[in-house]
Structures are given as structure tokens and as C-alpha cells.
Nanobody, 121 residues
Framework: QVQLVESGGGLVQAGGSLRLSCTASGIIFSINAMGWYRQVPGKERELVATIISGGRTNYGDSVKGRFTISRDNAKNTVYLQMNSLKPEDTAVYYC???????????????WGQGTQVTVSS
């Protein structure tokens, strides 16, 4: 059974930094894309950043230049370094991964349970 477990959320003042981590566990054969999305009540979930296995990254417009996504393939872990945080970054952040488990031929998309990030003004 695959699980994505996030950590690193919390409360921070505007201008501060946080680092989120997400580790995929289970009998995993390979991981293609990993990423972060966020959601606030009443709004749709939005892209924060993604990174594919080759290292190419993609960022949502609102976080470009402030957030950095990276991954450690050996640890099946993706990170999100968030700098210069703003109150509007407050949301539940969800980890996402496209991965293939041992014995399967197709990739399946998984979500973590979410971690709260709150930025105070």
C-alpha cells in the first residue's frame, strides 16, 4: 500500500520560511512526477510546483522566485522550500505523486493527507 506522508507545515510570520517534505512509502518501482498543490476553503486546489524524475520543474505564477522544489530519488522524497512567505500563502499543502508499484505496468496518481501552512501578517 502506498502512502505519501507530509511534514514541515506550521505557523510562520510574513517574510519567513518553511520547508515541507513528503516521502512516498510502499513497494515502489518508480516515480515520475512529484509535486505540491495547495487549497484554501471555498477555492479549488491549485498548483504550487512539480518536478519530474529528470529534474525539470514547473511553478505556479504566485510562487515563482520564492519557492523551490527539489527531490531525492533515492529517498522517494520531495521537498518544498518556501521563502518570503506571504499571508496569501496560507493554505493546506498537499503532496502529489505519479508512481508505479512493483508488479504494475501503469502509473497511478496519489495524494498525501495535507499539511497546514499559516502565514501571519
Amino acid at each position: 500500500q502506498v502512502q505519501l506522508v507530509e511534514s514541515g507545515g506550521g505557523l510562520v510570520q510574513a517574510g519567513g520560511s518553511l520547508r515541507l517534505s513528503c516521502t512516498a512509502s510502499g513497494i515502489i518501482f518508480s516515480i515520475n512526477a512529484m509535486g505540491w498543490y495547495r487549497q484554501v476553503p471555498g477555492k479549488e486546489r491549485e498548483l504550487v510546483a512539480t518536478i519530474i524524475s529528470g529534474g525539470r520543474t514547473n511553478y505556479g505564477d504566485s510562487v515563482k522566485g520564492r519557492f523551490t522544489i527539489s527531490r531525492d530519488n533515492a529517498k522517494n522524497t520531495v521537498y518544498l522550500q518556501m521563502n518570503s512567505l506571504k499571508p496569501e500563502d496560507t493554505a493546506v499543502y498537499y503532496c502529489n505523486a505519479d508512481l508505479r508499484t512493483l508488479g504494475r505496468i501503469s502509473y497511478v496518481n496519489y495524494w498525501g493527507q495535507g499539511t497546514q501552512v499559516t502565514v501571519s501578517s
